[in-house]
C-alpha cells in the first residue's frame, strides 16, 4: 500500500466496463465515486489527466447492433458513444464546478514528435487553465486500442509524454492475480500486491480479455512494462470500490508495479 498523495501528476485511466454495462446504460455510481475521488486530488493541488474508454459500450444504448461487431461497426459506435461519454463525464464533473476537455489521441500520437508536442502543449495548458483533460481514442480514424488495448496502453503512453508520475487504472477486478482461475478465489496469495519487473512468469499470470474491454489483463501488463521503463509507478485497482483512488492508501487489493 501506498500514499496516492505523494504523487503530483497521476493519469487515471477508466475501463469501459466500469464506464457501461453490457446493454450500453451508464454505470452511474461508478462514474460519481470517480468523480469525487477526482475533485478530491484536485483539492490537494494534484494534476490530473483521465484517460476513459466506454464510447463502444456507451454507443450500443440507441443504436441495436449484434453482439459482434465488426471494426467498421465499433468505429461508427465510438463517433455515437464518444458523445454520450464526455456529457456523462460532464454531469458528474459538474457537480464539483470542474470544467473538463475533450482529447482524442492515438497511440502514434504520442510518438510523433509534432504530434506528440502539439498534445503535451494543449495538456499543460488545460491544466493551467484548470481544465480537466479527458482523453479518448480517437476511434473513429484509428484502431489500435479497437483491437487491443482497452486505452491501457494510450494511458501508459499518454503518462510517459506529460512526465506523469503515477498512472491508476480502474479495472473491474482489484489487480494481476498469480492465474486466471483465481480471480474469484478468496485464497491468501493469489493476488500480487507488488511488481518490480515484468518478466516471462509475470505475463503468463495475464487472463483473457473481458467481453466489454478488450484488453484484459494482457494489455495492462504491457501498460505497465511502459511505465516502469519511464519511472512512472502504475497501479491496477478496482473501480468498484467506494473510494476506488482515495482508498488506495489503506486498501490492500491492488497490484503497485513499483521499479526498485
Known sequence: ?????????????V??????????????????????????????????????????????????????LTLADSQAMAAHGQIELMLAWKRQLNKFSIPIGQMLLTPRDTEIKISSQNAKQTVTKLIQMGCLPIINENDSTATDEIKFGDNDLLAAKVAKLVNADLLVVLSTIDGLYTSQENIFSKKSGVLVTEVSKINAKIK????????????????????????????????????????????LSKRKKSTWFIKK
Not at 500500500?1 to 485511466?13: A, E, H, L, T
Not at 484536485?42 to 453482439?67: M, Y
Not at 487472463?207 to 502504475?234: D, P, Q
Open 1 to 13: 500500500m501506498r500514499d496516492v498523495g505523494q504523487y503530483n501528476r497521476i493519469v487515471i485511466k
Open 204 to 247: 503468463k499470470m495475464a487472463g483473457e480479455a473481458s467481453y466489454m474491454g478488450k484488453g484484459g489483463m494482457i494489455s495492462k501488463i504491457e501498460a505497465a512494462e511502459i511505465c516502469l521503463k519511464n519511472n512512472c509507478v502504475m497501479v491496477i485497482t478496482s473501480g468498484n470500490n467506494k473510494k476506488p483512488i482515495r482508498g
Open 15 to 68: 475501463g469501459s466496463a466500469l464506464i457501461a454495462q453490457p446493454n450500453g446504460k451508464l454505470n452511474q455510481e461508478i462514474l460519481a465515486a470517480i468523480c469525487e475521488d477526482v475533485a478530491w486530488l484536485l483539492k490537494k493541488d494534484k494534476e490530473i489527466l483521465i484517460v476513459s474508454s466506454g464510447a463502444i459500450a456507451l454507443g450500443r444504448k440507441k443504436i441495436k447492433t449484434s453482439s459482434n
